[in-house]
């Protein structure tokens, strides 16, 4: 069993409850718009850290970390890019590959709208965590937190860090 705590749209912006939040995570993932190198370092030095970039993101975020990661971990087929859409409306570059193989957990960023909906069609649980961050239009920042354990996906927790002010 590894317990995950994924965020995404951080834009640069750090918070010391990111530490509380995930300190009884396994690994922390970001979905993208990490917005510093900095920022990226301070996630790996408080768990194993699995990272996409997203489109704010510079050649330095670029460079280290990749478009789309897909892996097995527990048991579940993963799959986290930064602008993948959900379910009915899926981003049109992301979708051949989706439809050709779908994982069982797609995890996506970029709309600052927390989403986890499960397509029927693809058999596949979609999630936005939200934005973690303070820049956009989102008002509450979030995360998520869930359990990989043997091919299940259980135990999932939203969590509002505080306003986006």
Known sequence: MKK??????????WDEKYVTY????????HAGDIGSPVLAQRFEAIKP????????DDAVIRHSYPHSLRFTLEDVDVMITHIGGYPGRYNPAILP?????PPQLFIVGHSHILKVMYDKKLKCL???????????????RTLLRFELDGGNIRNLEVIEIGKHG
Request: proline share 4%; with cysteine; aromatic share 14%.
């Open 49 to 56: 850290f699995r990272a996409v970039y997203g489109n704010i």
């Open 4 to 13: 995950i705590g994924l965020l995404s749209d951080t834009h640069g912006f």
């Open 126 to 140: 979609c999630m936005n965590p939200g934005a973690a961050g303070k820049y956009g239009s989102h008002q509450i």
């Open 97 to 101: 590959q989706l439809r050709a193989n």
């Open 22 to 29: 995930f300190d009884p995570c396994d690994e922390v993932w």
